[in-house]
């Protein structure tokens, strides 16, 4: 595998979001096969979702093995060092935000790399960015973050815009990579501290 930005960025999406899954299996106490299973899953979801509606079969991490490799190393280093990342709920939210950011602007990318029409590739990255957390959080048997009022795919969606916009404008492509993802990971840092949310609708029950 050739070591370019967009690879490398890649490749620490996939440790990010592995990581996040190992945590979210470790606070719900599965077993080892449980920690891998979703550590798993939640580093390819998004890119496996990605690749099979633009037609890119095999998969990513099916044609590039190291990416199963990796995801296993990265599993197994969590459990080992799990008492060194205590404070799970913390570090679960700061791994799935980098995952997000990293992972959102490299669907653009394969969007873009795939001519498809620029809202089409913002739609790409945040379902590259958002899915293998969705997948995660349905099989911990929680409520996925993106149906919640929280501010997580509008993130996504947000930096892709960016990222669309200063492709057009030619800026160099290293530059974008990184603007954008950061963007992504500022804004859901920014948004949780302060607790900034979208607003929500209910219908409320009546007594009778």
Request: with cysteine; glycine share 10%; proline share 2%.
């Amino acid at each position: 595998m050739e070591l370019t930005l967009f690879n490398i960025l890649d490749i620490l999406g996939t440790i990010a979001f592995a990581i996040s899954g190992s945590l979210a299996a470790m606070d719900r106490r599965l077993d080892l096969f449980g920690i891998f299973i979703i550590g798993f899953v939640t580093a390819i979801g998004g890119g496996t979702l990605r690749d099979t509606l633009i037609g890119n079969t095999p998969v990513t991490w099916m044609e590039n093995t190291i990416y199963v490799y990796l995801i296993g190393a990265v599993t197994i280093l969590a459990i080992i060092f799990r008492n060194k990342i205590n404070y799970l709920k913390k570090s679960l939210f700061l791994f799935d935000t980098i995952g997000l950011g990293i992972f959102t602007i490299t669907g653009v990318e394969i969007g873009i790399r795939n001519n498809l029409d620029p809202i089409i590739c913002v739609a790409i990255g945040a379902m590259t960015g958002t899915f293998g957390g969705v997948i995660r959080d349905i099989l911990c048997n929680e409520i996925p973050v993106i149906f919640r009022k929280e501010i997580y795919a509008t993130a996504c969606i947000f930096g892709g815009l960016v990222f669309v916009i200063m492709h057009d404008l030619g800026v160099n492509q290293d530059i974008i990579y990184l603007t954008t993802s950061i963007i992504v990971i500022a804004i859901r840092l920014i948004v949780v501290k302060y607790h900034i949310s979208l607003p929500y609708f209910y219908i409320s029950s009546e007594k009778k």
